[in-house]
């Protein structure tokens, strides 16, 4: 359904080593790097990516929006949340099923260290 996602920060290579290892859980990598802006994901698939906003004007985190991670495990959910508390996240909502969306949703939250809420979710049963 989407191409890609954009994140703002007031300074993205500040946040490169967060999101390489943070996304490097859930097995996405860097799709290319160049001054001012990170991307992760593939050419043809979907991608993130991380910049100043293009307005000039400061970065400031939303306020009811965030973007999910596909998660392939459980396991890569609770790393996620993990990893991003490591390098300086914090936490929006640990690890754990939402039965509420359905029963196998198993999410967590976290906001990066300019403060974008990130989520990662898996919806297997076996996950």
């Known amino acids: ?3 890609h996602v954009t994140i703002g920060s007031n300074d993205p290579g ?14 996405i990598h860097p799709f290319f790097k ?10 043809a698939g979907p991608k993130v990516f991380i910049l100043k906003p293009f307005n000039g004007q400061p970065h ?3 306020n009811g929006g965030h973007v999910a991670f596909l998660a392939p495990s459980r396991g890569a ?5 993990a990893k991003a508390l ?8 640990a690890p754990g099923l939402r039965p509420h969306y359905h029963p196998n949703y198993y999410g967590a939250y976290a906001r990066d260290p300019d403060g974008n809420k ?3 979710v898996c919806h297997s049963k076996n996950g």
């Open 60 to 62: 400031q985190p939303g």
């Open 1 to 3: 359904m989407f191409s």
């Open 34 to 43: 160049i001054e001012g802006t990170l991307s992760y994901g593939t050419a």
């Open 14 to 27: 500040e946040l490169e080593a967060f999101y390489d290892a943070v996304l490097a859980t859930l097995g």
């Open 77 to 81: 959910v609770d790393a996620f949340h």
């Open 118 to 120: 990130i989520q990662a």
């Open 86 to 93: 490591e390098l300086g996240g914090t936490s929006e909502g």
